[in-house]
């Protein structure tokens, strides 16, 4: 099989996964919504924001040391493996570590992120801490689960085995966490629908996933306990860690700032917008999964061109899927938001259009970060990250106090931009290489022409019930964006594909 099948193969069981992971987030968040009520979706918010920090000092950056090290070490198995037992030994120490600190230190990080509470009333705040401290502690429980579980899931991502890794991560533990929360909401109360499903849904993923350690990689929990540290390994991932431990940082410093800055509740009215618009990334996510590998090992080879190749037909890939979502979200915020309750659709909509447009920027041109990691500029990375998180801290600083929770998304948006910019400039010079292919252009007018066709019908489409609406602008915008993509007329790779899968186009296509 040729790497554009293998890359469309997994990243469409990839992509299948991680759509399916962000709609039952989603579903959770709006769930949580009209459950538990906006001020409970601002604590999940913020408790979850500080417990993926400590999950990426937990890993130590060995995820991606994995990524990189065993596909080193393809021709000596038993130097792979004890990589992989060195790997997981390292960080499922450092989680259990981490654990106990955050639960130590959780009284005083809910005091930290709390902000003014729901009205400004101290009584308020104190109550509001609590409930944060308590949700900090039980979700701090699931870190040695959840550190296991991405881990095993590199291990089978490093040998293009990216299935169990998204059926554990994607599927199996956002749709434990959405139904033991409505089981817990209507057996034992909103506290315990609050407190305990993230955690049991983190062993429930582990448990899953666990066998396939030993199948696929041969590594088994003996050789874990025997490991001994990988000093080069290390070595490696250690940067990684500073540079995944800011990016976690960004990716919740909007949330985490506006908890200190305004209130829990603001926190909630936000998260819905942040999350929605964080399904466009899921996209670049499942791509980015299956390239990782391949541009490490055509970097080992110095297949430079490939890897430019590589960029331009996943990036294309990437705008061509992303476009119609986008489109949606930025026509119709109203109804978007809407499905969580009317105070979102009025309290969100600008919010959802500024954290759009940044994650569709984050979408189209996050590979560069990809492409930079596994080609050894490492240093390089941590420099651009150091970079942002100061340039996000000051923007938040900045905008928070005047705008809200539509600062935190217009910093959001400024700092993609400059990101992206940065990205490729340094790709282009260290590299040689570019994401804009020729057939770049063909997506793009299939998406200004259906967002035009959409916009068109905007007025009405308000007029009629949300869920109603919501789904014909979509229709609408996917049946004829795909409509224009077919009278454009697909490239050979994409064709090569979709003939693969669904032969009974060939004839449609060869008109």
């Known amino acids: 099989m040729n790497r554009n099948a293998v890359i469309a193969d997994q990243a469409g069981f990839s992509f299948a996964g991680y759509l399916f992971g962000q709609v039952a987030r989603f579903g959770y968040n709006l769930v949580v919504a009209r459950l538990l009520g906006v001020e409970a979706l601002g604590v999940y918010a913020l408790a979850i924001a500080i417990i993926q920090i400590a999950e990426v000092i937990a890993l130590a950056g060995l995820d991606s040391a994995i990524l990189r090290f065993v596909n080193l070490y393809s021709n000596d198995a038993l130097r792979q493996k004890m990589a992989i037992a060195s790997a997981l030994k390292t960080a499922l120490m450092l989680s259990f570590f981490?654990?106990?600190?955050?639960?130590?230190?959780?009284?005083?990080?809910?005091?930290?992120?709390?902000?003014?509470?729901?009205?400004?009333?101290?009584?308020?705040?104190?109550?509001?801490?609590?409930?944060?401290?308590?949700?900090?502690?039980?979700?701090?429980?699931?870190?040695?689960?959840?550190?296991?579980?991405?881990?095993?899931?590199?291990?089978?991502?490093?040998?293009?085995?990216?299935?169990?890794k998204i059926i554990a991560t994607q599927i199996l533990s956002p749709l434990l966490l959405l139904l033991l929360t409505i089981l817990f909401r209507y057996t034992a109360g909103?506290?315990?629908?609050l407190f305990f499903p993230f955690a049991l849904a983190g062993i429930g993923a582990f448990l899953w996933i666990r066998p396939s350690l030993a199948r696929i990689s041969g590594v088994l929990p003996a050789d874990i306990l025997h490991a001994c540290t990988d000093k080069a390994m290390l070595a490696y991932a250690l940067p990684f860690m500073v540079v995944s431990l800011l990016s976690m940082m960004s990716h919740w410093l909007d949330v985490m700032m506006l908890g200190m800055l305004t209130d829990t509740a603001t926190v909630g009215l936000y998260h819905p917008a942040a999350r929605t618009a964080g399904l466009i990334r899921s996209v670049l996510l499942a791509f980015a999964g299956i390239a990782a590998p391949m541009i490490a090992d055509l970097h080992a080879q110095h297949q430079t061109a490939e890897i430019g190749r590589i960029y331009k037909m996943v990036t294309r890939w990437i705008v061509v899927v992303v476009l119609p979502p986008a489109i949606l979200f930025i026509a119709l915020p109203e109804q978007v938001l809407a499905v969580f309750g009317a105070r979102f659709a009025t309290g969100g909509t600008i919010a959802?259009?500024?954290?759009?447009?940044?994650?569709?920027?984050?979408?189209?041109?996050?590979?560069?970060?990809?492409?930079?990691?596994?080609?050894?500029?490492?240093?390089?990375?941590?420099?651009n990250a150091l970079g942002a998180l100061a340039l996000q801290v000051v923007l938040n600083l900045l905008l928070i106090p005047r705008m809200g929770l539509n600062g935190a998304a217009l910093a959001t948006l400024m700092l993609f931009a400059l990101l992206s910019?940065?990205?490729?400039?340094?790709?282009?010079?260290?590299?040689?290489?570019?994401?804009?292919?020729?057939?770049?252009?063909?997506?793009?007018?299939?998406?200004?022409?259906?967002?035009?066709?959409l916009l068109a019908a905007r007025e009405w489409l308000l007029t009629i019930p949300t869920f109603a609406g919501l789904t014909a602008g979509a229709l609408l915008v996917v049946c004829s964006y795909v409509f224009i993509l077919l009278v454009l007329k697909l490239?050979?790779?994409?064709?090569?594909?979709?003939?693969?899968?669904?032969?009974?186009?060939?004839?449609?296509?060869?008109?």
Request: hydrophobic share 50%.
């Open 98 to 164: 981490v654990m106990l600190v955050l639960m130590l230190f959780s009284g005083d990080l809910a005091s930290l992120l709390n902000g003014r509470g729901f009205d400004g009333t101290m009584n308020d705040r104190v109550n509001d801490s609590r409930l944060l401290q308590l949700t900090l502690c039980c979700y701090a429980a699931a870190i040695p689960f959840n550190v296991a579980t991405v881990l095993f899931g590199h291990v089978t991502q490093s040998v293009k085995q990216l299935k169990p």
């Open 190 to 193: 909103a506290d315990a629908a």
């Open 352 to 383: 959802l259009l500024l954290l759009t447009a940044a994650s569709f920027l984050q979408a189209c041109f996050g590979l560069s970060s990809t492409v930079l990691a596994m080609t050894g500029y490492a240093r390089l990375s941590l420099f």
């Open 421 to 453: 910019t940065l990205r490729l400039v340094e790709i282009r010079h260290l590299l040689k290489i570019h994401p804009f292919g020729k057939a770049l252009w063909k997506p793009v007018v299939a998406g200004l022409l259906s967002a035009l066709l």
């Open 491 to 511: 490239e050979e790779d994409e064709r090569e594909i979709i003939l693969k899968y669904l032969p009974f186009f060939d004839k449609e296509l060869k008109r």
